[in-house]
């Protein structure tokens, strides 16, 4: 069968296959450039249309977190936890379980690293990752309960994981305004954790002032690697991929579907607790109300964003809060209202998994390759 | 950062002080900030000042940075900012700029610097704080004698009372604790006094949610509903209409700002917390250069920055004999002679 | 114990009931609309936001009430519209942008309220009036019922209707027939001829429209002003309706019924002395357990899951 | 409907067609092909050739990158299926475009739904649906969910769609694949009806001997081009593969008798409650290493239930399954597979592929966690990568490179993926449901010799086919399958005809119950239903 007169047609094919998919790589990373300034295009005219003043207030926005060193470490800031959020809910969407549960898992990390951070004396390095170990156990129990309730009951998990933030969210606030709260203080917030058990400040490694950065940014990038590494690398991701994609194929081949969703919402909640840990151990060095403001929510962004693969998230992370320190430094600048930095926030999450404009362009050049031959 | 001021610190080109409003919040709230924002445009027009006004947002993630960025601005000489959720961020950033000024509403820096903040005694921020729970008392007091006195026309057989506060936490308990005590005074009992969060996703601004509790409570036979709950309180107003029962306003003079006529009719008075007031009389001091910097000043029912509206509308509802209980209860208050407890 | 018991036989919390129900019911039966249509509606919170914002300013300009509400929900069927371009036009994902919708929706209402009326807050400076309620005359005098159904308002009214009319609409009409076909097999209605983007277009226009009355209820009914970002998450419980009803009218129906009832009881328990953030998670633990339960017996029966639009 | 066709010139026709896929593969080369109106025009070629892609291009569904579409004598820009059907173009798809949750009759009335006034008359529907049925021979249970039934019923729900819309041009991508004979037969009178009305109708198919039946004419393609046009009556089976492969292909399977050794399945007893679709009741039977068993049956009398028990993606309610000794009772898939068993399921959409991951990801799912995939916990994708080529190039699949999803390969390249991945895990006992579903000539007889071989090596193969041409040639035994019971056990397939196997398909005749376990050990005979008649009465001839 292998030496029939195909082979040169398809050996043609094969040629013609890879320039393609070299040629889709590319236009594929031009295009998402090109969406974005779209989109940034767009929010220009939204702002000469509310009578602001585009040009400053874009200065502002593109080269205001990079203007000092300080808000360099408030955007690495922001993108660890954003970051690790995103790869939290990119691990169950990669099973096509949309988990939106990063926000209970937080939360619970939070509590778990607290709990170790503030009241259990431990040596210098142990202080560290107890209670980041404490954190990720905490979410991935918190990611185990939609991921049985799915797996084992076919309990829908978008109910299960909305349920479940509205309730841990509000337990924590209880805590946090009762039992946990520190004695004394007038101020809603819990104690601080022990000096040892802090995440080390980027500052005290580069001598410069970072802001709240800290060594977190790493644990972020290795957290992605590895989380790469088990979609691609190990037989459990190859098991989450294949029931994402097709669980009737999955269970046929052997996969046992249900043990890779729980893992896959386990591994995600794991990952969501270390983002509590940093904001606890990293940025507030305690317990406050409400601490990761909207960050879980952001992170389905970032997760989609990236396709939901894990060094994508990263990319994504790292532009998203880009954005959002920049609108920040937007607002507090320019005569830019919060309400704008909204609405231009808006446009350009909309536009920017618009893929139609790559795909329109990608389908001209093969069909004008196809004309010429 | 560095420690900012190093050109021009002195004042705008214009020669005027500027002061920059941090709000980790936003404005609209009908309240706390709104009102902080009304009293320092007033302080802009009437004594020269400039004012920017930066808003953080309810985004807490954002907050720090925030006030580190607006505090290496020099583009101010007097940042004010309120609430106990941002002392830690003041204490931090008022010795890293020494050369400017720092306004801090409704809650006190560590002037002791014990807890790693201040390192400088905060000599250069001034910081007050109100005690509500002397506007709460005095709303428990009248509550309390209205009903006893069958004062309220159409609720005259209810003995209860409503609190309906935004969220339990100590400055809005602190209301609360006030009203106990003040109903108590009067003679009445705990248990007439209904207490219910509006909690939820938006505490202070989900005026349906709002609603339903204030008709909630007036279904179980409360006379009046006092919101403490910013923009869900406008839901209490709505309520007491189609209730037909009535309600005392909070913070500012809700008569006033209410639009529709049933509603402010409802209204018996509003409790004030006028943090507008004491940042105008903050910003007064500061241009004769009599504010005092590095100490805390606590201001209440003495200092006019907590009281109760009394108005034609107050006088129509009230009969006399409440109203001048209440007013001895207030100089009872004010001489010291009463201590009201704190739920600090 | 007891007088929970009286609280929840008496008819003003069973009216009570009807009224916190009815933005999750209308806002859930658009979530359902649109799921079918096989495009994930995340963005119900802001539609419902631009209807309730619009509607009372317009309401509050024009001065009429009518206009107003109809004006509120044609923006709520232009965002679901701009949803759906999104999605069919430019392939971006339908998740991000219903959020990137609804941050839009939050940033644009509270930029037209303030720059309208000069105030961060909301229209409560601007009478705008609230929609008409409904009596009818035979049913006010029924000593219960009565007092449940009378004087509520005309949107609690629809919403209960939404129910029927979804129903029908799904399994007796060509439209709704259509609709599913499209939402479950995309190809398949292709292949036979049927304009699949007309059909989901005409799909997420419905959901928003649902969505805007349910928008429209809030400013315009419950209380008759807008308060920026007054929607409070309302969206998301109705998400929750429509996958804890099983993509199918009368279950999404009973499940907004049940958040509302169960907020209704939160509320009239909410004056019992526990730490009120506890009070308040009753509604969200009851449906995880029912969740389960409903799950498990489902699981029992050998029945499966219906499966989202997205991802 | 039906708008705007010129008298003269052919019904539909292809001008200088190209198509090139989104990926960069070619996929029709500069076709020209013209159908005159009222003609069966048979279109044959190997998998991949792109005789689903030209056909989608005269449906609507693919846009051509070169070339002209001309439909009833004009040259026609189809934007969709939409312009396509009203112009009077009807398809049958090779995948079928079913809508699960809907019943057989909402699926067949689709688009064109009876009733007044924006309303669906379902009663009309059923009952439109039940006399075209009826009409075309082509049985359906109207009322069925779509997801409830067999993949035959579906397939036959596909043609009644076409059928409904009263089409002029009728396309049919190989809708007999898995169809009995008997049905096929109904629905070729059918065709020939439609095109004595002057319908066209263009029909594909691997089964060259179908092709010879019902076709006028037959055009060959080739990579993507057609290589020549045939009158029917003078082309032989032989000739059309010839053409289609470009050499002298035998289509002959050359089959030493087989050697069966110790028994490895073996079955007792079992029963199977379905909750939809056909139960089980009271199975007994053996295959031993060595030796192709076949199973027939008219679709949906068990055959897949039984398929699916014994892969173990239905739990038996009684009765024992052992493989090579391990008793299957309580083990899972993986279980079952680690005991094992191949499958390859009948529906290679449902659950036979990840359509979109890589061919690669695809050949796995079974041997993921092991070496040299493998090893300690670690994937390998080099490993996987190799692994694939190996088997695209031993399994001939036409695809560039092993990275391509399974979704962008035809039909019958898909099937190959399935029969390589299952093949080479080298089988103790090989599960094969329609193997060659949808698959060319040329990988017809390349997937005989692959099961002969796997029986050679001492495979245990039950093979469960609709096409019972395949199975007398392969079987080494026959089982018959009626109602869910076993009706026919033929140890000698040698001389076995169709017609003959037919009639206990039927009911017409049945073995007796000490034929049917003749040699099984240990079989308690009250356990045993001893009566094989079906409950539809047909127990006419009861015995042998
Ligand atoms: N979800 C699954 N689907 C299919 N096979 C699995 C699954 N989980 C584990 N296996 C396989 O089952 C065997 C049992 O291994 P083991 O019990 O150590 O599981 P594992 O690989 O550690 O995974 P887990 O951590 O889920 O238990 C291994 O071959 C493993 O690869
Ligand atoms: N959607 C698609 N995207 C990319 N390539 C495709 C797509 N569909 C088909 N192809 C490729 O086009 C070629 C022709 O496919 P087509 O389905 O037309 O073959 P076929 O002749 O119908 O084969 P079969 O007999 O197996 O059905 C194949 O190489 C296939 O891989
Ligand atoms: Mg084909
Ligand atoms: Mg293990």
Known sequence: MTTTPMTLIESEDRREYRVTRRRDLAVDLSMTLATILAALAIGFLVMLVTGNDPVKAYEAMLTGPLDRSFRVGRWLEDATTLTLLGLSVAIPFRARQISLGAESQVYAGALAAAAVAVFLPLPPVAAVLVPLFAAATAGAGMGFVPGAMKARLGANEIVATLMLNAIVVRVYDYLVNGPLKEPGSSAVHSRSIQQDSALTPLSDWFGIPLGRANIGLFLMLLTAIALWLLITRTPLGYRIRMTGSNPDFAEYGGIRVPRAIEWSFVIGGAVAGLAGAHLVQGVYGRLEPGLAGSLAFEGIVVALLARNNPLVVVVAGLFYSYLRAGGDIMEQQTDVGTEIVVVIQAVIVLLVTAQALPDLLKRRIARRQAGVR | GGSGGDENSGAAASGKPRIKLVINGGLGDKSFFDSAYEGLKKAEKDLGYELKVVELGSDRTKWEPGFEDAASADDYDILAAGTFEVTDYIGELAPQFPDKKFWLFDAPVDYTGKNGTCSNKCENVYSVTFKQNEGGYLAGFLAEKLVAEKSLKGAESLKKVGVMPGVKIPVIEDFVVGFKAGFKEAGGRNSDVLVQYVGGDKPFGDPAKGKEISTAMYGQGAALVWPVAGLSGLGTFESAVSAERYTFGVDSDQYQTLTDQAQKDTVVTSILKNVGNALYKAAQDDRKDSLKYGAVDTVGLADDAVGYVDDDHFKELVPQKTRTELQEAADKVKSGSVTVPSAF | MNSVIDVVFSSAFLAAVLRVATPYLLAAFGGLVAERAGISNIALEGQMLSAACTGALVAGYSGSVAVGALCGVAVAVLLGLLLAALRLELGADAIIAGIGLNLLASGGTAYAVYSLLDDKGGTSGLKSGSLPTVTLPGIESIPVVGEVLSGQNMVTWLAFLAAPFVAWLFYRTRFGFRLRAVGEMPDAAASVGIPVRHVQYAGLALSGALAGLAGVFLSMGYVSFFVRDMTAGRGFIALAAVFLGGLRPWGVFLAALGFGAAEALAVQLGTMDVPPQLVSTIPYAMTLVALALYAWRRKRRGLTQETAASL | ?544
Do not use: C
């Open chain 4, 1 to 544: 409907m039906n708008e705007s066709w010129a008298d003269a010139g052919p019904a539909v026709a292809a001008h200088a067609v190209t198509k090139t896929y989104g990926n960069g593969v070619r996929a029709v080369r500069g076709v020209d092909l013209e159908v005159p109106s009222g003609e069966i025009r048979a279109v044959v070629g190997e998998n991949g050739a792109g005789k689903s892609t030209l056909m989608k291009m005269f449906y609507g569904l693919e846009q051509p990158s070169s070339g002209e579409i001309l439909i009833g004598g004009r040259p026609r820009v189809l934007r969709g299926p939409g312009s396509a059907i009203a112009l009077g173009v009807g398809m049958v798809h090779q995948n079928l475009m079913l809508v699960p949750s809907f019943t057989v009759a909402q699926n067949v009335v689709l688009g064109v739904e009876p009733g007044q006034r924006g309303l669906v008359d379902s009663r009309a529907a059923v009952e439109t649906t039940a006399l075209l049925a009826e009409e075309s021979g082509l049985a359906v249970d109207p009322k069925a969910r779509v997801d409830e039934v067999s993949v035959g019923m579906r397939q036959r729900t596909e043609i009644l769609k076409a059928l409904h819309r009263r089409a002029r041009v009728l396309i049919l991508d190989e809708p007999t694949a898995v169809l009995t004979p008997q049905e096929t037969e109904d629905l070729f009178a059918a065709v020939r009806r439609l095109r004595d009305g002057g319908m066209t109708v263009l029909f594909i198919s691997h089964k060259l001997r179908e092709v010879r039946e019902i076709s006028d004419k037959v055009s060959v393609m080739r990579a993507g081009s057609l290589v020549g046009t045939v009158a029917t009556a003078d082309a032989t089976e032989r000739s059309l593969a010839a053409m289609m492969v470009g050499r002298d292909l035998s289509l002959d399977v050359d089959r030493a008798p087989a050697r069966p050794a110790e028994v490895t399945l073996r079955v007792r007893d079992l029963a199977y409650d379905a909750p939809t679709g056909q139960s089980l009741h009271g199975l007994g039977f053996d295959v031993a290493a060595g030796e192709i068993v076949g199973v027939a049956g008219i679709e949906g009398h068990g055959q897949s239930e039984l398929a699916e028990v014994l892969a173990g993606l239905r739990r038996p309610t009684t009765g024992t399954v052992s493989v090579g000794g391990t008793d299957t009772a309580g083990l899972d898939v993986a279980g079952h597979r680690r005991a094992g068993i191949g499958y390859v399921p009948e529906d290679r959409l449902y659950n036979g592929a990840a359509l979109d991951e890589s061919i690669a990801d695809n050949l796995v799912v079974d041997r993921h966690d092991r070496p040299p995939l493998a090893r300690r916990g670690v994937l390998h994708p080099g490993a996987v990568r190799t692994h694939a080529e190996r088997l695209i190039e031993e399994y001939a699949i036409r695809t560039p490179d092993p990275s391509v999803p399974v979704r962008a390969l035809s039909g019958g390249n898909m099937q190959k993926v399935i029969v390589a991945r299952e093949l080479s895990a080298g089988p103790r006992l090989l599960i094969a449901s329609q193997v060659t579903r949808g698959v060319d000539v040329g990988a017809m007889r390349f997937m005989y010799e692959r099961l002969v071989a796997a029986r050679d090596a001492g495979a245990a193969v039950l093979l469960i086919s609709a096409d019972l041409t395949e199975l007398l040639a392969l079987s080494d035994r026959l089982l018959v399958l009626k109602d869910g019971r076993l009706v026919g056990r033929f140890d000698d397939t040698a001389g076995l005809t169709e017609k003959r196997v037919g009639l206990y398909m039927l009911g017409v005749e049945h073995h007796d119950q000490e034929q049917l376990t003749a040699g099984l050990d240990d079989v308690e005979p009250d356990d045993v239903e001893s009566d094989g008649v079906g409950p539809d009465g047909s127990g006419e001839a009861s015995a042998v």
